[in-house]
């Protein structure tokens, strides 16, 4: 595994888009630290560009990633290579290029502007995105063989997480206003990355008093060491529940 | 050395391999013909598990290459057009492949410098022509010493004078044990390599003989001018 | 208890402190209430010196006479200053209630309390008992202490004509119930509150059935509660106060007429938390103010007949929420800032008016270039109405879909109600 690592990490790494990527998070977050009057309003401001961009990059970059891979994945199954092998360092080699593009991005600014611990939750869950992006990437890539419809694929799973699902939170909201469903709610968008990631970020900053009584649910449940600890159990599940999908599909996959 | 039992496969609608059996043994070299989607390929990316059969196992030295990948160190496999990362160069990917084998018996760097491959090592895999691709593949195909061969069209895209060296390779390989399946559509450039015929259609096996059984059965004195008796006679039923 | 040394002694000594009191102790403001009887006399606490108690001085003395307490700790139980005096600290004497006791009952007009340290009176929901309590008296001045650890700093109750001025108040109790205010007046008239800090009471300065009364330069931060909670108080104005990270910010309640101008309202974040809340409190003027950083800037909530101008609401959550039990506001001329929402409200009827204010948000256009936007602003966003009905839907806050519905709903105003709106948006910020 390291072997085949090593050379997929090169290849990223030169990679002009991942370059690109990192470049467009530091001048953004740069200058929203720099446009802003306060850390926590910056801090804000950088949460937009993460909880857009990051998944958006993270699955289109990968799922091109693993459609370009193609050849690279057939010389190596003609060797004495483990399917799973392959396809495990294709995933590691991508999510760290993409956590260490977010974190050389975005997260410079992010440590020296705001606190230590409203950094940390966001370099964390901005990275949790990243790999949970590239997992869902993974498996519309392994889903479809057409490139363009795989393409297809993953901006449909960016554009549910990111708008269609919380679209549905609010129809629900609305649906059921009369009932007390604050805590159903909470658990359910406990069920999107994104949200989850945004709400655990929003519970650090001061703004959290505006979330008001559904907030205050949110930080019973979430805000906790324990409740902290669950989220990123549910995140991890976010990462590997697709990537497995992805990885049984693959072993079986014809080439 | 290799054993195919009763495999099949599907995809979608079309059958690309039809209850196929087979048994390849070391030393020979075996030319894989047919018409164009006769499940040649199919066959071949079956031994290397690039394909995965929907019926039917595949033994390599007795042993089932299913949930094994250690057999296929055995195998060196030319694929009919090479297709390598594209930013890699040459040595990264023979560094690589390399890597990924750890084969502590010394590389087989004969074809490494008759193709004058130490040249062109910081070459782009995507600057190549096709020809140096098949070059590359081609070197790895042998560098690693293969008790097997697997080359899919291998002279295709080769100017006269590499074909030349890589068909004293194969013959030399085989006759060092190597067992060697080939195909191409060119029976004539296989003519003095081959000593077995496995003929396909449609995805079923239709003919699997020696050269010289072959011979002695149309009367002819090629390889080729047996399969074309063998058309006309109605035995094989379309024209290659 | 007999007055201290013989008569010569004791005359010489008062006119030596006489004179020396009205040169160098007596401000102006003392005089004005003092009209010193012929033959007044200042007793000397101190504690090692022959009159060594503040209730013997207290009890020896007579109207129009002066107490100075030298530098020292007094613990005496309840003082009760029952006659006209002054008393005086030198040095800050402290003067410590046990946490047993009401520390200083004034029950007499004209009184003077100047420059004592005050500390740990008794706590006692049945009987409020404060560092310095006023009952039922007029022209008392309450002026330079230090009220530390008491449960009710100041209190004042029936007293009109007070003064309470440059006093620093403060506590340090977790828990509501445990504290009482920092200056509390029920039921008096004519006070000026001025020049006072407070910091952890319940609530920092507390008017209930208190009139014609002003408060002015008060620092009031930290406290459990409100900064300043008004209730039944009118034609009262407070200005220049300061009011940091209280509990729940200002809250002014079943009031009329208050005249609010250029006070601070900041950081006041929090659950139900607000800059100012205004509860069911008519005729009043706000001008100058600056809410910033407020979970919600200021709170309208069944008031009328209010003018707003000329104020700065900078970096709040909601910069103010108009409920629509509110009527006949007008609300013009302020700045709005860096505000999550600038306006939220929970109906559709609005018969409030807003005109020529500057919203950051407004993205209109001046062709005539008169400093007035061409377009109306709205200044109701969609999600401040979706989270109005919905408060769950807060969770949603910063999502990406929220951010389209709003652009989408300023482009194309469908859903917010047409009449809250400001017709002449200013394109540039008031200059204050």
Redesign the interface.
């Known amino acids: 595994m390291p072997?085949?690592l090593k050379?997929i990490a090169?290849?990223i790494l030169?990679?002009k888009i991942v370059i690109a990527y990192t470049i467009m998070l530091a001048l953004f977050s740069w200058s929203a630290f720099g446009l802003e009057?306060?850390a926590s309003?910056g801090a804000?401001t950088v949460?937009?560009i993460v909880?857009?961009t990051v998944p958006l990059v993270s699955v289109l970059f990968t799922t091109i990633y693993v459609y370009?891979?193609?050849?690279?994945i057939?010389?190596?199954?003609?060797?004495?290579?483990?399917?799973s092998m392959i396809w495990k360092s294709l995933f590691a080699g991508l999510s760290a290029s993409l956590v260490l593009a977010y974190l050389l991005g975005a997260g410079i600014p992010l440590v020296l502007f705001t606190d230590p611990g409203t950094a940390a939750v966001m370099l964390i869950s901005g990275s949790f995105l990243s790999v949970i992006f590239a997992a869902l990437a993974f498996l519309a890539a392994v889903l479809t063989r057409d490139k363009a419809k795989g393409i297809g694929v993953s901006i449909m799973l960016w554009l549910y997480f990111?708008?269609?699902f919380?679209?549905l939170?609010?129809f629900l909201?609305?649906q059921f206003?009369d009932y007390p469903?604050?805590k159903l709610?909470?658990m359910l968008?406990a069920l999107s990355p994104i949200?989850l990631s945004?709400?655990l970020v929003?519970l650090h900053l001061?703004?959290s008093?505006?979330?008001?009584?559904?907030?205050?649910i949110?930080k019973t449940y979430f805000g906790s060491a324990w409740g902290l600890l669950m989220s990123f159990c549910l995140l991890l599940l976010w990462i590997w529940i697709p990537f497995s999908l992805s990885l049984r599909k693959f072993i079986?996959k014809?080439? | 050395m290799i054993t195919i039992r009763h495999i099949s496969k599907s995809f979608g609608k079309l059958k690309a391999l039809n209850n196929i059996s087979l048994q390849l043994d070391p030393g020979e070299c075996i030319a894989l013909i047919g018409p164009n989607g006769c499940g040649k390929t199919t066959l071949i990316k079956s031994i290397l598990a690039m394909v995965l059969p929907d019926e039917g196992s595949i033994f390599f030295d007795g042993k089932d290459i299913r949930n094994d990948n250690l057999y296929r160190a055995r195998i060196g496999y030319m694929p009919q057009i090479g297709r390598y990362p594209e930013n890699m160069t040459i040595g990264q990917v023979i560094d690589m492949v390399a890597g990924i084998r750890s084969s502590s018996a010394l590389p087989d760097m004969e074809l490494y410098e008759e193709f004058g491959i130490s040249r062109l090592l910081d070459k782009r895999m995507r600057t190549l022509s096709g020809g140096t691709t098949q070059k590359v593949s081609a070197t790895l195909a042998f560098m690693f010493r293969p008790q097997v061969l697997i080359l899919d069209e291998p002279t295709a895209g080769l100017d006269p004078l590499a074909a030349g060296i890589l068909k004293d390779k194969i013959i030399k390989s085989g006759q060092e044990g190597c067992l060697t399946l080939i195909t191409s559509h060119l029976l004539s450039e296989l003519e003095d390599l081959i000593t077995q015929l496995i003929f396909m259609q449609d995805g079923s096996l239709v003919l699997h003989k020696d050269v010289e059984e072959l011979k002695n059965l149309t009367g002819q004195d090629t390889v080729a001018k047996s399969v074309l008796q063998l058309l006309k006679s109605g035995e094989i039923g379309v024209e290659l | 208890m007999s007055a201290p040394g013989s008569t010569t002694t004791k005359m010489i000594m008062g006119i030596i402190i006489d004179t020396i009191g009205r040169f160098l102790v007596l401000l102006p403001a003392t005089l004005l209430f003092f009209s010193k009887p012929a033959g007044s006399t200042t007793i000397r606490v101190a504690p090692a010196g022959h009159q060594a108690s503040i209730s013997a001085a207290l009890a020896a003395c007579k109207d129009g006479d002066t107490i100075i307490v030298s530098k020292g700790l007094y613990k005496e139980g309840n003082l009760v200053i029952d006659k006209s005096v002054c008393l005086l600290g030198e040095g800050m004497p402290v003067i410590d209630g046990e946490n047993k006791f009401e520390v200083l009952s004034v029950k007499k007009s004209d009184v003077t309390v100047r420059g004592l340290r005050i500390q740990n009176s008794g706590r006692s929901a049945m009987s409020d008992p404060g560092g310095i309590k006023i009952y039922d008296s007029a022209r008392v001045t309450v002026e330079g202490n230090e009220l530390v650890d008491n449960f009710f700093g100041i209190y004042i109750q029936y007293g009109t004509d007070c003064i309470v001025r440059n006093n620093l108040v403060k506590a340090s109790q977790k828990e509501e119930h445990q504290s009482g205010n920092g200056i509390h007046c029920w039921k008096s008239a004519n006070l000026q509150i001025s020049g006072n800090r407070i910091s952890g009471h319940r609530d920092g300065i507390y008017f209930e059935f208190v009139t014609h009364s002003v408060i002015w330069r008060n620092i009031s931060e930290n406290n459990l509660r409100y900064g300043l909670h008004f209730m039944f108080s009118n034609d009262d104005s407070y200005i220049t106060n300061y009011f940091r990270n209280n509990g729940a910010g200002v809250a002014v309640m079943f009031t009329k007429k208050v005249v609010m101008m250029n006070n601070t309202f900041e950081e006041n974040w929090g659950d139900s938390a607000y800059g100012l809340l205004l509860k069911e409190i008519s005729d009043c003027f706000l001008s100058g103010n600056t809410f910033t950083r407020n979970t919600t800037g200021i709170f309208f909530d069944g008031s009328n007949r209010i003018t707003m101008e000329r104020n700065t609401l900078k970096s709040n959550g909601w910069a103010m929420r108009l409920q629509a039990n509110c009527m006949d506001n007008k609300i013009r001329r302020n700045n709005f800032t860096g505000n999550t929402f600038d306006v939220g409200t929970n109906g559709f009827l609005t018969l409030n008016e807003f005109t020529e204010n500057y919203w950051d948000k407004y993205e209109g256009y001046d062709l005539d270039k008169d400093g007035v936007g061409d377009v109306p602003y709205h200044p109701l966003s969609l999600y401040s109405i979706i989270v109005e009905k919905n408060p769950p839907a807060m969770l949603l806050f910063r999502s990406f879909m929220i951010n389209l519905l709003d652009k989408s709903e300023k482009l194309l105003p469908s859903l917010t109600p047409d009449n809250f709106i400001d017709r002449r948006p200013l394109t540039k910020p008031v200059r204050l």
């Open positions: 072997g085949i050379y090169l290849d030169k990679n009057d306060n309003k804000l949460l937009n909880l857009l370009n891979s193609n050849e690279f057939e010389l190596l199954v003609s060797h004495p290579v483990k399917r990111a708008l269609l919380d679209g939170v609010l909201f609305f206003s469903v604050e709610v909470v968008s949200d945004r709400i929003l001061d703004v008093a505006m979330m008001g009584y559904t907030g205050a949110f079986k014809d080439l």
